[in-house]
């Protein structure tokens, strides 16, 4: 399976991007499927933004994004989506998607070692 994340960019702090992350998988599997986006600023360790169960229903924040940021995930269009709003420059980094195949229904994943596939990564950069 082939995840690409896509939507990053060059915004002022204050504003908004709107990532997506993209899979090979089919419908059928995607539905299956738990996701994830991670972040790696330069010299500093990955570290979990967000995550949603397979249905779409449940969610997780890092505290740091909590209110600002939205998951969501399309089982429709296999896709998953990152709404980033209220954007500050300690966001910026490489934006990882990630998915878990088979998860269970309730399955909320905030770290990284459970994840199956992982996304290349798209750039957010948050100007002062």
């Known amino acids: 399976v082939q995840l690409q994340a896509s939507g990053g960019g060059l915004v002022p702090a204050g504003g908004s991007l709107r990532l997506s992350c993209a899979t090979s998988?089919?419908?059928?599997?995607?539905?299956?499927?738990?996701m994830g986006w991670f972040r790696q600023a330069p010299g500093k360790e990955r570290e979990f933004v967000a995550a949603?169960?397979?249905?779409?229903?449940?969610?997780d924040y890092a505290d740091s994004v909590k209110g600002r940021f939205t998951i969501s995930k399309d089982n429709a269009k296999n896709t998953a989506y990152l709404q980033l709003d209220s954007l500050k420059p300690e966001d910026t980094a490489i934006h990882y998607c990630?998915?878990?195949?088979?998860?269970?229904?309730?399955?909320?994943?905030?770290?990284?070692?459970?994840?199956?596939?992982w996304g290349q990564g798209t750039q957010v950069t948050v100007s002062s």
């Open positions: 990630a998915a878990k195949s088979r998860a269970i229904l309730s399955t909320v994943i905030s770290t990284w070692e459970q994840y199956d596939y």
């Open positions: 998988a089919s419908g059928r599997t995607f539905s299956q499927y738990a």
């Open positions: 949603v169960n397979r249905a779409g229903s449940w969610t």
